[in-house]
């Protein structure tokens, strides 16, 4: 067997090895990049005042630090299952797995609640010149979830398909708007200095206090630079893991945390802090129109729409498919297994992850749906980060990447220290995410009701975990 190379399961044929370096590395911006950015400069700005790249930079640091376990975790095990696979190798606590599993899924809705909020209020309302009322703002937003969900219905390959495409303009739109903006610099407007201070913001009346600011900031900042984590999941397909997958994640995520850093320069930079913090102003969208380089504010409007529906629709296929599995391992009910005739697509899961979508779109703002995530997350990788230290007692046959024991045990302190935060200091956030925790726990408590506490829900959750792509439930 080479190098690199895990041994599937007997009755399984191997995924064909078919991604190169630099497919995995794109496969890694593009997961990265996408909404956030789009949605959270300014509320970023109102945190920190003119240090909009300092909670980037923090974020990408922490962002890296839990990257070291996944670099181990994905070259030691690669599977397409992600955290719940390491905390179940690690614990063996099904109870313990499922929830992680549901964590992540939740995680998944709730950023495309946020995305929906983004374009609903932000982009298309400078797209279309539109003065809109909370409740209609709600209403568009629910309507793009419909739209999303449409798509995620219509079928896998359309979905692919539009997000490679997606990717490319997203990613686009950021390179605009950095050359857009040194343009501006370069043309004399705005000032560098600003991105390197909170005077604006005092006389502002916003009294920034640095490290508490900086805290708040890191939280939010931390929601654009989720997604590396999904992308355990092409690992098994990668050429050679081993050596690819730690340069393809690291590189991914310098590469995207560095055009974050320098929009957060740019924008205090460009705009002044009463224009960076406007809650009827999109930074972005203001920057794109300035200096010499300016575009027709509606044609960046339309670039960011698409960015955010790129977003929601990799978040929600993810969560819809994440359910299917549970539910055909009969550990969520069996009900949201159901997979349409015609289309071949889970419909009930995509009902069933829209709903929860639809509720929390219709009761959380861009800047409570993405604390609700990355509370979620944060919990996720906190428990990477302890697991891949508790499994360095499992050795496997094959070489791997091997992190620093230093990192992932800093990585998981200063996710801890985040979400205590993060609960200390936003309570409707970390309710939302105990809410919807709760749920799974309902979900657990009655399917283990239902088969009165025997081996079989257990041997599910470990066989959903460790081979999704069984597809059949394990009968008793």
Not at 122 to 131: G, K, N, V
Not at 367 to 390: E, G, H, P, Q, R
Not at 449 to 461: I, L, M
Request: glycine share 8%; net charge negative.
């Amino acid at each position: 067997m080479e190098a690199g190379t895990a041994a599937p399961p007997a009755s399984d044929p191997p995924l064909k090895r078919a991604i190169s370096r630099n497919m995995l590395l794109l496969f890694v911006i593009g997961d990265v990049v996408g909404g956030g950015i789009y949605t959270l400069v300014g509320v970023i700005g109102g945190e920190v005042g003119g240090l909009v790249w300092l909670p980037f930079a923090l974020a990408l640091l922490l962002a890296l630090l839990t990257a070291t376990a996944y670099a181990e975790l994905v070259t030691k095990y690669p599977q397409a299952a992600g955290a719940a696979l390491y905390v179940n190798k690690a614990f063996r606590k099904p109870f313990f797995t499922f929830m992680i599993a549901f964590a992540v899924m939740c995680s998944g809705i709730a950023s495309a609640s946020t995305l929906s909020r983004g374009v609903a209020e932000t982009y298309l309302p400078r797209l279309f010149d539109w003065t809109l009322s909370e409740t209609q703002t709600i209403l568009i937003a629910l309507g793009f979830l419909m739209i999303v969900a449409a798509v995620n219905f219509r079928g896998i390959s359309e979905s692919v398909k539009i997000n490679v495409v997606l990717t490319l303009i997203e990613f686009g739109g950021l390179i605009l708007i950095i050359v857009i903006g040194v343009g501006a610099l370069l043309d004399g407007v705005g000032d560098v200095g600003n991105a390197f201070s909170t005077s604006e913001a005092k006389e502002a009346g916003n009294d920034v206090s640095l490290i508490p600011a900086a805290l708040a900031g890191t939280a939010l900042a931390f929601y654009a630079l989720i997604g590396f984590e999904d992308s355990v999941n092409v690992a098994e397909e990668a050429k050679d893991p081993i050596r690819d997958y730690p340069r393809a994640l690291f590189g991914g995520l310098l590469i995207a945390g560095t055009l974050y850093i320098v929009i957060g320069i740019i924008a205090p930079a460009v705009l002044s802090y009463a224009t960076l913090t406007d809650e009827d102003t999109t930074p972005l969208l203001e920057i794109a129109t300035t200096g010499p380089l300016a575009v027709e504010v509606k044609i960046f409007a339309a670039i960011g729409v698409l960015a955010l529906i790129n977003g929601a629709l990799i978040n929600m296929i993810m969560a819809s498919r994440l359910t299917y599995g549970m539910a055909r391992q009969r550990i969520v009910p069996q009900f949201f297994g159901k997979v349409h005739r015609g289309r071949q697509t889970p419909w009930a899961a995509i009902l069933f992850t829209t709903g929860l979508a639809v509720i929390l779109t219709a009761t959380g703002d861009i800047s409570d749906l993405a604390a609700t995530t990355t509370t979620l997350l944060l919990i996720v990788f906190i428990t990477v980060n302890i697991s891949v230290l508790v499994l360095r007692r499992d050795p496997v046959s094959h070489q791997h990447f091997v992190a620093p024991t230093l990192l992932p045990a800093i990585g998981a302190v200063a996710a801890l220290a985040l979400l205590i935060h993060r609960v200390a200091n936003d309570t409707e956030q970390i309710t939302r995410a105990l809410l919807l925790l709760g749920l799974g726990l309902v979900f657990w408590l009655a399917n283990w009701v239902a088969t009165r506490g025997n081996d079989e829900f257990d041997t599910g959750v470990i066989t959903a975990i460790e081979h999704p792509e069984r597809d059949e439930p394990p009968r008793s």
